[in-house]
């Protein structure tokens, strides 16, 4: 089993930036590719970033792209997603989804957080 307590997110204006961090505990977080999503209400669950365990790769949906940066810390078992230039069509529950040995951008990951809420003001 793999825990996965999210922080970071919060109130900020368009334009601004904020940094949530994803804690692993339990099982070691070697192997387990990293992946952050969101829901906004009354849509689907969809794909933000996700890096691999092996290389540390990143991949990004077009819609933050150069906006958005994923990175992790294995020696502390955390991922972090840097949100730069926030626009309020990013305010959604972001979640934090660990995937053993196979990154998707589909949301079937084998751990999950319980997601921490982002709002941007306009």
């Known amino acids: 089993q793999v825990q996965l307590v999210e922080s970071g997110g919060g109130l900020v204006q368009a334009g601004g930036s904020l940094r949530l961090s994803c804690a692993a505990s339990?099982?070691?977080?070697?192997?387990?590719?990293m992946g952050w999503f969101r829901q906004a209400p009354g849509k689907e669950r969809e794909f933000v970033a996700g890096?691999?365990?092996?290389?540390?790769?990143?991949y990004y949906a077009r819609s933050v792209e150069g906006r958005f940066t994923i990175s992790r810390d294995d020696a502390k078992s955390t991922v972090f997603l840097q949100m730069n230039s926030l626009k309020p069509e990013d305010t959604a529950v972001y979640y934090c989804?660990?995937?053993?040995?196979?990154?998707?951008?589909?949301?079937?990951?084998?751990?999950w957080g319980q997601g921490t809420q982002v709002t941007v003001s306009s």
């Open positions: 890096i691999t365990w092996s290389d540390g790769k990143t």
């Open positions: 339990g099982r070691t977080f070697s192997g387990y590719n």
């Open positions: 989804a660990a995937n053993w040995l196979v990154l998707r951008t589909t949301p079937n990951y084998d751990y």
